[in-house]
């Protein structure tokens, strides 16, 4: 139990909202100290501090490395390489790679997908999207198919 906060040193640098104040507080918040209950730590306080700085952190830093994963081919024109995945929503960030006269069929999104264009180009409801673009379709859009004539790198997260 803290009896008296002057027996408390004050570690330079720590209290900066209190400015050069720190001796002065301390010695006014004493009385207060002093009538509060004594108390103890429980017993394993520590050994439940250390396991939380030791413990994994709850959701890890996922890396992968440009030469790491597995390119999947998804139709005749169309690779796809996770890069991310998240087990309890499902989401993923992926690469998407197009060869020139790729195509993929009419959909509708169950949930947000966004996506951007690294390199090439693609159209997309009468639209064409180029490198550098973004686009995000919310849960509940229609695609008619979509065509790439040129091909494209894309990165999407849905």
């Not at 306080?45 to 998804?74: C, K, M, N, S, Y």
């Not at 998240?86 to 006269?101: E, F, I, Q, V």
């Not at 919310?138 to 999407?156: A, D, S």
């Amino acid at each position: 139990m803290v009896s008296n906060l002057n027996t408390i040193p004050a570690i330079p640098g720590t209290m900066p909202q209190f400015g050069g104040e720190t001796d002065e507080l301390l010695t006014q918040m004493a009385p207060v100290a002093q009538s509060l209950p004594g108390a103890e730590p429980p017993d394993d306080l520590f050994a439940a501090i250390e396991a939380e700085l030791d413990a994994e952190p709850l959701q890890p830093t996922q890396v992968q490395r440009a030469d790491e994963g597995t390119w999947e081919q998804r139709s005749e024109f169309v690779w796809k390489k996770i890069l991310t995945q998240d087990p309890d929503t499902g989401r993923c960030m992926y690469l998407l790679r197009c060869l020139p006269g790729a195509r993929i069929k009419p959909h509708v999104h169950n949930r947000a997908e966004h996506l951007f264009i690294i390199e090439g180009e693609f159209w997309m409801n009468d639209k064409l999207y180029t490198a550098g673009d973004a686009q995000c379709s919310l849960p509940g859009t229609e695609h008619h198919e979509i065509t790439m004539p040129n091909g494209c790198l894309v990165l999407v997260s849905a």
